[in-house]
């Protein structure tokens, strides 16, 4: 079945500092893959889709990369600052199908 | 516009009380979806519906039952509720399926006890 894998350790990191979350997946070739934000208490926010065909996505602070050979998908937070804390999910989707949650990663930026 | 609202917020039950959450967007989405999220579990889908009238089941769809009757609307019912479904409940709401981004609610946590 399909598996998706997020540490579930939170990542603690010093302010400025570059954060890398990872995300893995097993016995799923998906098409894209989304990462989402979510607060304690709310609901998840979408933050960037990298498609099969793309090996790396940027949105201002926030870098993307996937690797469909690995089953990987590495999201970074460059100059990260104490508002990043969150906890963030990746989802790999397949044309046509449901978006799959992993776990989630906890990060705690420290000022 | 508020997108996606949920309600209750909150709620307790008894085991064997019914239930249901009601989920609202007003961006004209045709696509909606019911998760559930529990500590390391991930969000899980129980139902989702691609169109007023439609529905379909997800990964997790024992125990609850849904309706869309208008295209704003998505109903999640529990007929008899069952301590194993405590959880958070989102709602999310989509353009399009597959690559589309999910716009979420701000959950719905309910207790049974």
């Known amino acids: 079945s399909q598996k998706i894998e997020q540490n579930s350790e939170a990542l603690n990191i010093q302010e400025g500092k570059t954060a890398t979350l990872t995300c893995n997946y097993t016995?799923?070739?998906?098409?894209?893959l989304q990462w989402y934000r979510q607060d304690p208490g709310r609901g998840p926010v979408f933050l960037l889709l990298?498609?099969?065909?793309?090996k790396e996505k940027r949105k201002e602070r926030l870098k993307v990369t996937f690797d469909t050979t690995l089953k990987q998908s590495l999201f970074h937070i460059t100059a990260s600052q104490p508002a990043d804390s969150a906890t963030y999910l990746c989802?790999?989707?397949?044309?046509?199908?449901?978006?799959?949650f992993g776990g989630g990663t906890r990060l705690m930026v420290k000022p | 516009n508020a997108g996606v609202t949920q309600t209750p917020k909150f709620r307790v039950l008894k085991t064997g009380q019914s239930m249901t959450l009601l989920c609202a967007q007003d961006?004209?989405?045709?696509?909606m979806y019911w998760y559930r999220q529990d500590p390391g579990m991930g969000l899980r889908l129980i139902h989702y519906s691609v169109g007023e009238g439609t529905t379909a089941k997800g990964e997790v769809p024992d125990g609850y039952n849904v309706s869309r009757l208008k295209k704003q609307n998505f109903l999640l019912g529990l007929e008899s509720a069952a301590p194993s479904q405590t959880s958070v409940y989102f709602c999310?709401?989509?353009?399009?399926?597959?690559?589309?981004?999910?716009?979420f609610g701000e959950g719905s946590r309910l207790t049974v006890l």
């Open positions: 961006m004209n989405h045709e696509y």
């Open positions: 990298i498609r099969e065909n793309e």
């Open positions: 016995n799923y070739s998906p098409a894209y």
């Open positions: 989802a790999p989707g397949g044309a046509g199908n449901m978006l799959t």
């Open positions: 999310a709401s989509s353009y399009s399926i597959g690559s589309g981004e999910l716009f």
